[in-house]
Structure formats: C-alpha cells, structure tokens
C-alpha cells in the first residue's frame, strides 16, 4: 500500500471518479415552488376563492381608510369626512385618498341621511374628539358578507364577519 505524504487524500483508483451526494440548486428552487403553489392553492380553496380574498380586502381597506378618517380629524383638530358610493363602488378619504371596489362585491351605506353628499352617496364625519356621525358599511359577495360598522359616540371602527341574508 503505497504511503500518502502530509495527510493528502488519495485517487480513486481506476480513474473513476465519484459525484458528490446532495441536491442541487435547480432542484432545491422547483421544491420551494411547489410548495408555494400547493399552499397558494390550500389557502384560496380555505378562504373561499379569489373572490373570497376580494371581499375580505375590500373590507379591510375600507375599515383602514375610515381609522384614518377618524385620525386625521384628531390630530388637525379640524372635522374630516369619509364619503362612499355603492353605486359607482368608489370611496373618498381626506387628503386626496380615494379608491375603488370591485364591481361583483354588493356594498350597503347605512348612516345619517342629513351628511349625504349627493344622491346616493353616503358619509361618515368624525369630529376632533375622535367622535363621529356613526354608520355602517356592509360588503358582501353571495352568501357572505363583512360589516364595518363605526360608532357614532367613540368614533370606533369595527370590522367583523356577518351573515348575508338568503
């Protein structure tokens, strides 16, 4: 058996050479593909589709906008308004913010006659105190529906889940 000098790792003899164990990159990429694609899939057919994740988005938006209504009104001391067409699915916040919802969503205003802009449009106006005009906005899509609903004394806004009628 011949002798290897300083520790040195010998040939394989033969000339056949061994390929390193292990996975590569490319394969190692397609796996966390996949999974990603199969969890985008479970998560869609749990939330009850695309239009599940619509309607969910739309309402948190809303809520978002309306707390930022209710803030802004605080902190510049000054009154500030939410305005929302159901008809036309648009939305307005101070501040230039405004936004759009998808036409296949059904959107309810429920508030104070006396604030409505124009026909058809509904508003919300919150005061320096944080308190507001109160009202609530339901969004709904085929048999389920969320209620953003802001009270009148506190300004609070709440988001929850609620159940379309038949």
């Known amino acids: 058996m011949p002798c290897h000098r300083h520790g040195s790792i010998p040939e394989p003899t033969g000339g056949a ?3 390193a164990s292990g996975v590569s ?16 899939l479970a998560a869609a057919a ?8 619509q309607l969910r988005s739309s309402a948190k938006e809303i809520a978002a906008q309306l707390r930022y209504t209710r803030t802004q009104a605080i902190t510049t001391g000054e009154p500030q308004q939410f305005v929302i067409d159901p008809q036309a699915h648009t939305w307005q916040a101070p501040n230039g913010r405004s936004g759009e919802i998808p ?3 059904g959107v309810v205003f429920i508030g104070a006659r006396q604030l409505q802009p124009s026909a058809g449009e509904g508003a919300i106006r919150f005061f320096a105190d944080g308190a507001s005009t109160g009202g609530r906005v339901q969004i709904s899509l085929k048999d389920a529906m ?15 889940r609620a159940e379309a009628a038949p």
């Open 17 to 19: 050479r061994r390929r």
């Open 25 to 40: 990159l490319l394969e190692m990429l397609l796996v966390v593909a996949l999974i990603a694609a199969a969890s985008l």
């Open 46 to 53: 749990f939330s009850g589709g695309v239009g599940g994740m």
């Open 103 to 105: 036409a296949d969503l």
């Open 146 to 160: 969320w209620n953003i609903d802001v009270a009148w004394l506190t300004g609070q806004v709440k988001l929850r």
